[in-house]
């Protein structure tokens, strides 16, 4: 019995990567790159990649008061949609701070499955039993293959499944002998492809096969975070820490540009009061930087004074440059503002001050599935 | 059995016979070992132009037999409608000659020539004493540091096609390069020119000159001189190998078996046959072995001694005495010679210079010299081509001719950063006590005796410095 | 039309493009004239079949510098860019060559020393850099390209890469496209003006179509179907240009961006210019060798040894023999039995230019003289060419033949007459130490960039020409600039 949590693509991902580059997430162990982050991020802005997305956390919450539950827990009405519908939203901890984001998808009138990138499986669960709900974790049941870039539609079409698709929809689909749920939930404009974990490995190798006309590569897990951050959307564990006691007032979600996700008509959800009142005092922006160097957690100077932190960077190759988002003192936050960032030194680099202008997130709008 | 000498040079010919000369009026016990039974008896160079002067008095060659039968050939120039311009010493009569070429030439030339002088002139101190790159530079005038940058870089094909009109000019003036072992095609070969003009013979500057008795007249008054001063010369003794001992010299090993014993040894032999033929296997670096062992350009300027009946006639042009003609017609001659050479042909028409022997000589020499030649050239087929050339120009030429000699090019690599690189480089090695004096440590091809000089003067002072120690 | 500009540009390629953005974003009136009926120069993309598109002249160019990206916001106006995959080299029966660490370090070195080189190109160049002494014997540079100006291409490379096939793929690499003797000495600068691997989503087009946008978003005017015939004079400064259809523009200024030859030469009445600067304009020599091959595939070909096939550039036998060769037969007119190539398969990168399940093949041959030695390019040198082509890369190919839908051959002669680039030399000079950096394009002792006030050249044969993309046209629109700032324009 293997010690190492895998998915169920591990075989495949195994044979691609070439310079044996792994990591973790989630508790799975999942390549980091295949051949290089960054042209398989900007491959992702010109042609189309495959990414195994099984380490995503899902569960189902079904049960007769499952309805009420959901309601309770997140910040936006996530039982309004109809089956086959699902909405973002947030779960905050009593006092307020942000504890985790996701995507909230109905199955039926008492079944949802809510699936986040990170793991909060005791708060969730805790909720589940105030409501006599079972919460039934399926992430190791089903496994998934994210499809982005322009050409995921005119893919999606060549393999045989039906292209239109509202994005936060999903469906389920009898594909060629498989059972397949087709989603638009990511960031990222693509498409998501769910299979039984049997099924896995000829999923791989149908989509590969079929993608060879569109001049797919598999991307890795450091190419996701660089799309991320080009998009502008700050992840729970890599840019913030979803807040761990119940009474905790931080991190706010306006603080993270979560806002939106916050429906402030929705009455009655947890932490709803403490929420809407509290005001943020920084924003998360976006940050260009004139170097190609990342800098991930360093402070950020406006004439010498330290006016926020960035939080994760990387090197866009889209953009040329390092870019970072960094959560900014309000009235820093202007697009254009020219500011500084101290990058500390590390045991290949001198620490140095880097140049930076506050920009407009997202970095770069997501690439745009062509449908055919 | 093994004597100790302080200085043994391998190699004769004039390299190494100035060196062992040089070092032997120092006072060391120097000695030279020369491989073929005879001392000289190859054809040599029967022109020459970069004879380092202050050999020719340190070791008062005069006294021993030098003499010049001329002092400074001039140089024809054959245009191909069959006009002909004489570049000689006096300014005028230069002037009116080349006039018949090209008016406008006739009036650059002067001025080139004279910034080009000035300019090898002001650089002599870097070729001819070692001195550094930067002492040089402080001591030009801003023009000549503007004409010091262009020439480094540029080809002299494309120099002189910046300055001149003529195509037969042109091609004349870029033989020069041409004999030096270096393309001129090739960037930074301008230089070459500069270099031509720094030299001095018979005390006038870029003179090109005639020895009495040809070649071999020099070697002789050079070996006298040597063994006046005190210096052994071994003939019919070829070295097998060198000795070292703890990252120094100690001596060489014969191939008769016979070892002598020297802590300073010169070699006039190529870099290639110096460090990866005679020296033993750990002596010298991996890296400088695989610097060493690298293709090199095989291609040079070769020359051949036709030994004549009666002179030639050159019938439509009648040129002037103890003049040298070049029969290269515009610089697309060296172009397509070269690229025929480097696609493996013998080329269709080489560039040839031509240089008879003195009206009123003993014997009719006509020496030829063609580039570009490679290393391992059929002689047979070069003599042919050679003489079918000659004879467009010289009717009945091939009656006349009575001998024959082919000195093909020695090795070494001949690319125009070699002009500019410092001495130490080309005469030092990474083993103590080896220097190396032969054609290859020279900045140009061309037997100037400059490094042989150089490497004496190294070997005398680490002798005194070791004897003084 | 009639009314007066600030600055007109001749040619709206990368150059043109990127100084029209540059001066209209600081307020100027700014009209760019292109002679083709669609602006973008070199970095077009074609369709040179029934859904088959290609980058007609290059699949790779000089790389644009980051802080001009930046300043330009070209990927705002769309530029998307992958980094390209390192070159391979493939012999016939042997596996593939990848470019490893030591071919990365060369490429590294080239870089460093191509970027402090454009430093120094974005300093007008007033006479060479005075610092510059060809007796140095160490290595410490004070110029950045310094140590390798008269160095031999083979023995640059030798010294970093021990390995000999990626010696030859580092050779072949630098010279893709070029003719030189990697043996002569000077050829070390060829890898400073080497192309870069990039991939740009749509091809060069992509790229070409970003910087026609930023321009215009700018405020730029950009017309297309006007040829520029005439530079014309008042007084000794520039006041305008003559179209060929007989119209006039009236401008302060005009930025070239076409060679020095052609701009001096044909555009110029000669009888305005010095003779000695005509003079140095004819003795600059151009090296026009590149040949172009467009195919189209209707299906993915695929290699005969076991791999798949590369992303990136693959050059086909480079040996360096053979390079010497073929060098020498160009300057004879010959094509040689070997010529250089380099293969590319574009749409393994963007799927948007072949149909699904076709692809495009590129192959941008080296060595191919632009006048053949018995007379200009007919119909038999062409299939003969194409053929000889097609069979190398059916060596390392197998079936390629039977894939081929369609091709399309670009010689030099095409070239010049598709870009207006002289002998269809797009390095707008030969890569020789006395053509490269200030020695380009040699107006040592007049105003910055030409000799005549008003007049700023751009293009590949200015000093940053051969060594980047835009940065010509950013530096001739900075000195423009500069110049009007200081009242020395009209």
């Not at chain 2, 004279?114 to 023009?143: M, Y």
């Not at chain 2, 020895?211 to 052994?232: D, F």
């Not at chain 3, 595939?297 to 040894?305: F, M, N």
Request: hydrophobic letters at 50%; one cysteine or more; a neutral charge.
């Amino acid at each position: 019995m293997s010690t190492v949590r895998v998915t169920p693509f591990h075989v495949r991902a195994a044979d691609c990567n070439r310079d044996n580059r792994w990591t973790q997430r989630n508790r799975f162990t999942l390549a980091a790159a295949y051949d290089d982050a960054g042209a398989e991020a900007a491959a992702a802005r010109i042609a189309v990649v495959m990414a195994d997305i099984s380490w995503r956390w899902r569960v189902m919450l079904e049960g007769a008061r499952a309805r009420e539950l959901v309601q309770r827990l997140f910040t936006r009405d996530v039982a309004a949609p109809q089956p086959g519908e699902a909405l973002k939203a947030l779960w905050l901890a009593d006092g307020g701070g942000v504890r985790g984001a996701g995507v909230v998808a109905r199955y039926g009138r008492q079944s949802f499955q809510l699936a986040a990138a990170a793991e909060d499986a005791e708060w969730i669960g805790a909720a589940a039993a105030l409501y006599g709900v079972a919460m039934r974790d399926v992430t190791e049941e089903e496994c998934g293959l994210a499809l982005i870039g322009p050409y995921a539609g005119k893919l999606v079409t060549a393999l045989g499944l039906d292209p239109l698709l509202e994005p936060l929809a999903f469906r389920k689909v009898f594909w060629r002998g498989l059972d397949l749920t087709v989603s638009r939930f990511g960031e990222h404009g693509g498409y998501e492809i769910w299979c039984g974990r049997d099924d896995a490995l000829l999923l791989w190798d149908r989509v590969l096969r079929a993608g060879g006309d569109f001049a797919i590569r598999p991307a890795g897990l450091d190419a996701q975070d660089i799309l991320d951050i080009e998009a502008g959307v700050p992840r729970p564990g890599r840019d913030y820490e979803g807040a761990r006691e119940a009474s905790a007032a931080e991190p706010l979600a306006g603080e993270l540009r979560l806002g939106k996700l916050i429906d402030p008509g929705h009455a009655g959800f947890n932490g709803a009061v403490a929420a809407t009142g509290a005001a943020p005092r920084r924003q998360l922006v976006g940050l260009l930087l004139d170097t190609p160097t990342p800098a991930p957690f360093a402070p950020v100077l406006s004439n010498g004074r330290a006016v926020g932190r960035t939080l994760s960077s990387c090197h866009s190759p889209a953009l040329d440059r390092a870019i970072a988002l960094a959560q900014l003192d309000e009235a820093f936050a202007a697009p254009g503002t020219p500011l500084t960032v101290a990058v500390p030194g590390s045991r290949t680099l001198l620490p140095s001050v880097t140049a930076a202008r506050v920009a407009d997130l997202p970095f770069l709008p997501p690439p745009d599935p062509i449908a055919s | 059995m093994s004597e100790r000498y302080d200085a043994i040079v391998v190699g004769a010919g004039v390299n190494g016979l100035i060196a062992v000369a040089l070092l032997a009026k120092a006072g060391l016990r120097a000695m030279l070992l020369e491989r073929s039974s005879l001392l000289f008896g190859h054809a040599g160079e029967a022109t020459l132009s970069a004879l380092d002067p202050r050999v020719v008095k340190q070791l008062r060659l005069a006294q021993h037999g030098l003499a010049f039968a001329v002092r400074d050939l001039s140089l024809t120039v054959l245009d191909a409608g069959g006009q002909s311009a004489v570049i000689g010493r006096d300014r005028h009569a230069t002037a009116r000659s080349l006039a018949a070429l090209s008016a406008a030439d006739a009036t650059a030339y002067e001025p080139w020539r004279r910034a080009l002088f000035d300019l090898g002139r002001a650089l002599r101190p870097c070729w001819w004493n070692g001195h550094t790159p930067d002492e040089i530079r402080r001591a030009l005038t801003l023009p000549q540091r503007v004409l010091l940058d262009r020439l480094s870089v540029a080809s002299a094909a494309a120099w002189l096609s910046s300055v001149f009109d003529s195509d037969a000019l042109k091609a004349a003036l870029a033989f020069e390069v041409a004999a030096c072992g270096v393309a001129p095609s090739e960037a930074g070969s301008a230089l070459a020119l500069a270099w031509c003009a720094a030299q001095e013979m018979c005390g006038r500057q870029g003179a090109v000159a005639m020895p009495r008795g040809g070649a071999i007249g020099l070697q002789q008054a050079l070996s006298e001189a040597a063994q006046k001063a005190g210096a052994e010369i071994r003939t019919a003794a070829m070295v097998s190998s060198l000795l070292v001992a703890g990252g120094a010299i100690g001596g060489v090993e014969l191939v008769a078996g016979e070892s002598i014993a020297a802590p300073l040894v010169l070699s006039t032999l190529s870099r290639r046959r110096t460090l990866s033929g005679l020296l033993p296997t750990a002596a010298i670096g991996i890296g400088a072995a695989r610097e060493v062992a690298r293709p090199q350009a095989e291609f040079g300027c070769a020359t051949l001694v036709y030994g004549l009946q009666r002179p030639p006639d050159f019938g439509a042009f009648r040129a002037a005495a103890n003049t040298r003609y070049v029969l290269a017609e515009r610089l697309e001659t060296f172009e397509v010679a070269l690229s025929a050479q480097r696609l493996g042909w013998v080329p269709q028409e080489p560039a040839i210079e031509l240089a008879l022997s003195p009206a009123g000589a003993e014997r009719s020499v006509l020496t030829a010299r063609v580039w570009p030649v490679g290393r391992n050239a059929d002689r047979d087929a070069l003599t042919k081509r050679v003489t079918g050339m000659i004879e467009r120009h010289a009717l009945g030429f091939s009656a006349l001719i009575a001998s024959c000699d082919v000195l093909l090019p020695s090795g070494g690599s001949v690319s125009a950063s070699r002009l500019a690189c410092a001495s130490t480089e080309r005469i030092d090695t990474a083993v103590r006590g080896l220097l190396l004096c032969g054609p290859d440590a020279e900045p140009a091809h061309a037997v100037s005796g400059v490094a042989a000089r150089q490497a004496a003067a190294f070997a005398i002072a680490l002798h005194k410095k070791v004897a003084g120690s | 039309m009639a009314e007066r500009y600030d600055a007109a540009i001749i040619g709206a390629g990368a150059d043109g493009l990127a100084a029209a953005a540059r001066l209209a974003a600081r307020g100027m009136r700014v009209v760019v004239l292109e002679r083709a009926s669609q602006p973008g120069g070199r970095l077009v993309t074609r369709p040179f079949h029934a859904g088959y598109r290609a980058s007609s002249f290059a699949d790779d160019i000089a790389p644009i510098p980051s802080a001009l990206f930046w300043s330009l916001d070209l990927a705002r106006h769309g530029a998307r860019r992958a980094p390209g995959e390192i070159a391979s080299a493939l012999w016939p029966g042997r596996a593939v060559v990848r470019g490893g660490d030591a071919y990365r370090e060369v490429c590294e070195e080239a870089r460093r020393r191509r970027d402090a080189a454009l430093a120094y190109a974005a300093v007008p160049p007033s006479r060479p850099p005075s610092r510059f002494n060809p007796f140095a014997t160490r290595e410490r540079e004070i110029w950045p390209a310094q140590s390798w100006m008269l160095r031999p291409l083979a023995e640059v490379v030798a010294r970093h890469v021990e390995d000999d096939g990626e010696a030859a793929l580092a050779v072949a690499a630098a010279l893709e496209g070029q003719a030189a003797d990697p043996f002569a000495a000077g050829t070390a600068l060829h890898l400073l003006t080497a192309p870069q691997p990039a991939a740009w989503r749509g091809a060069l087009g992509g790229l070409g179509a970003a910087l026609t946008a930023a321009a215009q978003a700018a405020g730029a005017e950009i017309a297309c179907d006007r040829e520029v015939s005439e530079i014309r004079c008042h007084k000794g400064r520039v006041a305008g240009l003559g179209l060929a259809d007989g119209g006039e523009i009236a401008a302060a200024a005009v930025i070239s961006t076409l060679d020095v030859k052609r701009t001096f030469l044909s555009l110029f009445p000669w009888s305005d210019l010095e003779k000695s600067i005509v003079r140095q304009i004819g003795d600059v020599r151009m090296a026009g060798a590149t040949a172009r091959l467009l195919v189209a595939l209707g299906g993915k070909p695929r290699l005969a040894v076991p791999g798949a096939l590369p992303r990136g550039a693959i050059h086909l036998s480079p040996d360096a023999p053979d390079l010497v060769e073929a060098h020498a037969a160009w300057r004879a007119g010959i094509l040689a039995e070997r010529l250089p190539m380099a293969v590319r398969i574009p749409s393994l990168v963007d799927p948007g230019l072949a149909p699904q399940g076709g692809a495009v093949l590129t192959v941008t041959i080296g060595c191919v003289p632009h006048t053949p030695f018995d007379g200009p390019w007919t119909h038999d040198k062409r299939d003969v060419l194409v053929k000889r082509v097609l069979a190398a890369v059916q060596q390392v190919m197998p079936g390629l033949a039977d894939l081929v839908v369609a091709f399309e051959l670009l010689t030099p002669p095409d070239i010049e007459r598709a870009l207006g680039v002289t002998a269809g030399d797009l390095s707008g000079g030969a890569i020789a130490p006395d053509q490269m950096f200030a020695w380009r394009p040699g107006f040592r002792d007049k105003s910055p960039l030409t000799p005549v006030p008003g007049l700023y050249l751009a293009g590949p044969s200015s000093a940053a020409g051969a060594l980047g993309t835009c940065v010509a046209g950013a530096i001739a629109a900075d000195a423009l600039f500069a110049d009007r700032h200081a009242g020395r324009l009209p």
